[in-house]
């Protein structure tokens, strides 16, 4: 596998179930990020991991909680969402944390929240 | 906080024929700008980045995109598109107020008809 990938690509959840999406870049890459692309909406970042440290939180509901656990990883765990949070999920890293830095996507996980 | 217009939704051209993606954004000091590009059910992927020097960058796939300061623009131009630049196009600004993250416009799809 090269670049980054996430799994699973689709996914379909009822309001009271627990998920995870998985991220995996093969970049030796040391920022990571999740955002969310909803329909007719501008992407929105909604976490942003460098070194395995959280530095951006963009007031993002707490039933979604990220984590890290090395560099390669990234996790988004999902708890008792809501309709509205249906979307494509897309993963991104970077070589670092910094405002020149291109990042790098995953295809992205579609959430279907019933 | 820093934001980014993309004023056409869509974007519908003759193959062969020339297009120009407009994106402005809202900033009065330096940032570092991006075009991304989104082929159907794939993550975003870098086109070009402006972060200092020329004013004109180009991509490998005969696009091209100008900074101009004054106008606070970064339009994306191609004399000539093909079937194959049917996507959608995301233009996106860092630096300035908004530190190290990635502020995205809503994106232009780009149509391209035979």
């Known amino acids: 596998e090269t670049g980054v990938t996430q799994t699973p690509r689709h996914l379909v959840m009822g309001m009271t179930n627990k998920k995870s999406l998985k991220c995996e870049q093969h970049?030796?890459?040391?920022?990571m990020y999740w955002y969310k692309q909803s329909a007719k909406k501008p992407l929105e970042l909604m976490f942003v991991y460098s070194l395995e440290e959280r530095v951006e939180n963009n007031s993002v509901p707490s039933r979604f909680s990220p984590e890290c656990p090395n560099s390669s990883h990234l996790f988004l765990h999902l708890h008792t969402l809501q309709p509205e949070d249906s979307a494509l999920y897309l993963c991104a890293s970077s070589q670092d944390w910094g405002p020149e830095q291109t990042q790098y996507f995953g295809p992205g996980t579609r959430l279907l929240v019933l | 906080a820093q934001s980014v217009t993309q004023l056409d939704s869509q974007v519908p051209v003759f193959e062969e024929a020339p297009v120009e993606l407009r994106c402005n954004y809202s900033s009065s000091v330096s940032v570092y700008l991006f075009w991304y590009v989104q082929y159907p059910n794939q993550g975003l992927q870098l086109l070009l980045k402006y972060l200092s020097g020329s004013t004109l960058v180009e991509s490998i796939n005969g696009f091209e995109a100008e900074f101009n300061k004054s106008q606070t623009s970064f339009h994306l131009r191609k004399p000539s598109v093909h079937i194959s630049d049917t996507a959608e196009y995301f233009c996106?600004?860092?630096?300035?107020?908004?530190?190290?993250?990635?502020?995205f416009g809503g994106g232009t799809r780009l149509m391209v008809k035979p």
């Open positions: 970049l030796g890459h040391n920022a």
């Open positions: 996106a600004v860092s630096g300035g107020n908004a530190g190290n993250m990635l502020t």
